[in-house]
């Protein structure tokens, strides 16, 4: 296992320099996430001016209302389905039923 060391990084909205610990840094790399660009005091004021109110290091989906849906022909049915992403047609879409058949 690797040991990360504690470095020093320069926020890109305020300039300020903030730690990036090992223990942070073990977390971003287990998750295959990059380094943070910003500061905690800033990552969480972009954070709130989303509505965010997701958890932990990686944030979360907004909570600011229903999550927009878009009807879809079912690739295996036919049937139409509503599904949290606008299709490009490039992969199949599933409704609900063929997808967890499929799982």
Wanted: charged share 25%.
């Amino acid at each position: 296992m690797y040991a990360y060391a504690d470095k020093t990084l320069t926020c890109a909205d305020c300039g300020q320099e903030f730690a990036f610990t090992g223990t942070e840094q073990q977390f971003y790399a287990d998750r295959q996430f990059s380094e943070p660009r910003r500061c905690p005091s800033c990552r969480a004021a972009r954070k709130a001016a989303r509505g965010d109110s997701g958890g932990g290091f990686g944030g979360g989906r907004s909570s600011s209302g229903p999550r927009e849906m878009f009807s879809a022909t079912c690739s295996s049915c036919g049937r139409t389905a509503e599904v949290p992403f606008r299709p490009t047609g490039s992969k199949p879409v599933y409704c609900s039923d063929c997808f967890s058949a499929r799982r």
